[in-house]
């Protein structure tokens, strides 16, 4: 069986989510990575837009930042900031966003703006950047974490960007035209969202996992679906195409 | 024809940025005004409110320097490395020290924080002069609750409640672009992040540019002039203004700089040493680009990849 | 590559636009796609909705032809001449005939009016999806009692009263630019009006072009790019589309024609005349472009002006 | 004396009211030949802006329409639909509009939509088009007609662009940011405004024209201001530059 690091198995599980010609909003690190690698797999078409308003990026190298030169020399398109915002996100144009965050709930509310109190905070993280808009407004949310206890949580001390609130009635009332939290993948496992509740549930195990191990990483009593299904392990070909997409290792451990 | 707003950075900073001033330095990773917000630290401009979706760098540097009051943002990271200390540092609450009672006296940086499509919007409502912008975007977070100046109104159409933010009209926009002619009227590609809506939507502007060209140049391609001259109030020449950021076809983010940005700041002691040296050490941009050595900005310089002009047609 | 949505005007026609469809057929003076129109009124499309801002002489011409049920619409003239002689004669009160009692059977065409900027943002609305778009105009004008889509809502800054529209989501866009490639990736200079607008905010997209170049070309100036293709339905190759108006750097508009469309739509009669002759009695543009006297368009040909290029570098 | 044609003195006589460094919203015909001889007299610094969004225009020939090729070769800058009227107009950067009209009423409020009622209308005119949004936002309205007693009415059938309403108060009510109608240059005489009430009011007679003249041409008894200035004359240069403008004589009459 083939050697794999816990991030080259996040991104490749993540990536067969992606189908051709959906619309993917990337950032970079490893959403960067699984945009890129079902591109050469299953999904040729996949249309990627930066959050920095390149669109169809053709990067002649690993790009640093979301806002790298490289996503831009051979692009299709370019818009501005505001434009990017307005015309594709809240536009509807983009099916799917990545999303990670310090803190993420049982209901797939995501934290990245303060540890402790938003006045007196503890740890004071970057804030939401596009994150909100993009949880409000995307089709399927993807959320690519480690599965650490610390980053899973009942409730987050802040809500930056939006899951299913505290369950799906609260959510309906928001009237968003996103579809909200779609997939949690971690090292463990991936997660989905109930369709009655929103709650987050367990539908598939990665290789050599058990529940246990799974539930020992998540403070509150994970919701496990009727038949939990085995995530396939990821082939020779998925590794060897992945570590052909960052060959210098910028991002892949 | 020489125009009367060009000038150096000096003049243009003494000339149009105020004490108490809200300044929007542009750029989405792209074009940043490093030389411009270093010349803000010299000249010591206290009590800014800083505003911009990205707040990088050289926002954590005038915050390490005390010139900012309040920063106005959405974003507030080290693009593609991590965090912004010195920003951290102003808003996190204090640690006690071992055995020594929680400090009385911590004062925050005040912020003011959006969504980016919330502060782009503002920006854009500034420019554009809406009463409001409507979005769909923070009604799910927590952010309006802690964000006055968010508020909701009902859509006439569906009833439905809708997020909408107020425009912002900074004092003074700093813009870096590429190719400017004397009278401000500037060509930009690549990433235009928000340097048109900064442009439109402040009060003065000041327009740096890696190249001051003929007004012919800019006229041979009309739809690439993103800023007219005449909402421009200062055209400085000045090549490197974005190092170590980027500006395309020019020269490469200097990455290099970015990840050493995290372990010079680890204190604020040894963030004030490198404005020592390279901030107040140096008398302009001129001056701060002599001392990294060549060969570094001989690895930064892009090989060319021009585009296929397009024709306007006359008769 | 071959791309599946290459196809003819007449194909994207009959795929794309179906009776009753509101349609926005896109253009400020600039690139009006004739072609597109003419094939509407070939394939006898019925209880159209038209909008655009400026509805000239092809929108004249599908009213005549009995194609559009309702007209939403900011300022209906033939540009630079007078006025479109179809559209009044479709709402102007009938003059009784000499000795007859005035008509009781009269059934003007619906209209839906705006100012410029009110249509033209309601298109922007609907490309961006904004909920609703506030601005400041109509308020001191007679339209918003003669239309009730423009509403008011009280500015929560302010307590003022402020102007709002609903976006505007055609059915069907048709757009025409200088090139694109075989996916619809589309490159416009020049006068670029609600071409984007239109693109985006329509739920099908029909984009014809002078050109099909190679990706290559649109892939080495994005920034020239602004409609991506997939918000793009249809491609189609069709050159002299917009005559008789123009395509900037392509070929100039014949003002003879304009001029002339004046006296063809005298009378009801005399225009299906015209119909007759250039629409239904040919089978496509080609075949109409044969009519036109080459000199004719030898002499609509612009000499070149062409842009100083830019480089956006590699590595 | 020079010989001019009464197109000719409106033209002139509108062209000086115009200030070097201004920006103009400029439509073809009489404003963009009153703009371009201002240009080349007391104004060289104007900034000429296009409802088409081309801005700083440097055209070869005589534009046919507004949109016209030869306002976008050579301009400075170019923009779309939507922004030419929220940057530039709404945005507040356009100190002068030049407004013309089927119907002009005492308060300067314009019909270009319908002579008749609104819905069975005895003539369907064009529309507003940019004129309510130009009337709404610049500082300075200009309005160039000639002095017919059909297009002068008490009011107009229709309120196109707004005037003053039926007064300065109702107009204030409004908090338009623009200031509302500034002069109306006409072949007999200019007039302006009333401070306090808004009325138009006679304030300059073109050469050889009386009081009475422009009476008999206006259907309400018109305020006089009480010092009536004389119109100086338009003058040799002012004729020969404006006839340099149009040497193919496609508007001059």
Known sequence: MAEYSSMELRIIVAARELRDHESVLVGVGEPNLAANLAKKLQAPNLNMVYESGAIGSNPYRMPLSIGDPCLVTGAKSICSMYEQFAYYLQGGKIDVGFLGGAQIDKFGNINSTVIGAYNSPKVRLPGSGGACDIASNVKKIIIITPHEARRFVEKVDFRTSPGF?????????????????????????????????????????????????????????????????QTPAPTEKEIATLRGIDPGKIYLR | MDSVKTMSMKEAVSKYVKDGDLAYLAGFTHMIPFAAGHEIIRQKKRNLVLARATPDIIYDQMIAAGCAKKLIFSYAGNPGVGSLRCFRRATERPKPKEGQPAPTDWKPLEIEEYTHFGLSGRLFAGATNMPFLPMRSNIGSDLPANNPAIKTVKDPFTGDDVSVVPPLRP???????????????????GITGE????????????????????ESVIRSDPNRTLIPDFVVHAVVHEPWCAHPSYVQGYYDRDNEFYMQWDEVTKEHETTMKYMDEWVFGVEDRAEYMKKIPREKLDRLKFKPAVCTPVDFGTM
């Not at chain 1, 799906?168 to 509740?197: I, N, S």
């Not at chain 2, 439109?200 to 327009?207: D, M, R, S």
């Open chain 1, 165 to 229: 609130v505290d369950g799906k009635a609260a959510w309906r009332h928001l009237k968003l035209q996103g579809g909200g939290p779609y997939a949690v993948v971690t090292d463990l496992c991936t997660m989905k969202f109930d369709e009655e509740t929103g709650e987050m549930t367990l539908v598939s195990l990665h290789p050599g996992v058990k529940v246990e191990d799974v539930q020992k990483n998540t403070p509150w009593k994970l919701k496990v679906a009727a038949k939990v299904e």
């Open chain 2, 171 to 189: 004092d003074v926009a700093v813009v870096h672009v590429q190719r400017a002619d004397r009278n401000g009227n500037a060509h930009i590609w």
């Open chain 2, 195 to 214: 340097q048109k809506d900064a442009a439109f939507a402040a009060k003065k502007v000041i327009l740096s540019a890696e190249e001051i060209v003929d």
